[in-house]
């Protein structure tokens, strides 16, 4: 499976950016996609995630309320919509999939995007 994430850029504390991840390969098997994201020392975090078949999503506490997961099937895509950013919100932000998690572990998820950065100026 190969994923292919867009939408990273430079914003304003308050803004909004809506990433996207394309997914390729062997997307039959698609379980959940979603989001993690990394600071330069620090662990990489969940952010968000989205089941498949029926659309459930998981939210990190620190992004509940700003930050929209979703699918669109058709497309083998997921999005997330990041609104209210602010500057801890500064990050890689790395898409994934896997075939058979739904969850917040890192250690569940298989396959990984190469990353974009987000930076949220104050």
């Known amino acids: 499976v190969q994923l292919q994430a867009s939408g990273g850029g430079l914003v304003q504390a308050g803004g909004s950016l809506r990433l996207s991840c394309a997914a390729s390969?062997?997307?039959?098997?698609?379980?959940?996609m979603g989001w993690f994201r990394q600071v330069p020392g620090k662990e990489r975090e969940f952010v968000a995630a989205?089941?498949?078949?029926?659309?459930?999503?998981l939210y990190a506490n620190s992004v509940k309320g700003r930050f929209t997961v979703s699918r669109d099937n058709a497309k083998n895509m997921v999005n997330l919509q990041m609104n209210s950013l602010n500057p801890e919100d500064t990050a890689v932000y790395y898409c994934?999939?896997?075939?058979?998690?739904?969850?917040?572990?890192?250690?569940?998820?298989?396959?990984w995007g190469q990353g974009t950065q987000v930076t949220v100026s104050s």
């Open positions: 994934v999939v896997d075939d058979t998690a739904f969850t917040t572990r890192r250690m569940d998820y298989d396959y």
């Open positions: 390969g062997r997307t039959f098997s698609t379980y959940s």
């Open positions: 989205v089941r498949w078949r029926d659309g459930n999503t």
